[in-house]
């Protein structure tokens, strides 16, 4: 079980909470690791991250740090995304 006294379903319930107002699915089929799945929106591409264990996820700061590292995953791609947009129609692509 991550962080103490917090179970799968209130860990779920908090990660895809850190997300808003994005919409993340948080599952956990094994018991061991989650995954995050993302849906395509206007600035993202859809996105799933898998293997993240539970055992990573032991304090409030882990959890914190796991939002932050993904939130700039995702910005970070939408960016790389739309400067190939940018180079695509300047140069008449």
Do not use: W, Y
């Not at 909470?17 to 919409?23: Q, V």
């Not at 993240?52 to 996820?57: E, G, P, T």
Request: charge should be negative; charged fraction near 25%; proline fraction near 3%.
């Amino acid at each position: 079980m991550p962080m103490n006294g917090v179970c799968d379903l209130e860990l779920r319930q908090l990660i895809e909470g850190a997300f808003l107002p994005a919409r993340c699915e948080v599952s956990c089929s094994d018991g061991l690791s989650l995954t995050l799945h993302f849906a395509q929106d206007a600035e993202h591409d859809e996105m799933t991250i898998t293997g993240i264990r539970l055992s990573a996820l032991p304090n409030t700061r882990a959890m914190a740090d796991l939002v932050a590292q993904v939130r700039e995953e995702r910005e970070s791609l939408a960016r790389s995304k739309t400067l190939c947009a940018r180079a695509l129609t300047s140069t008449g692509r």
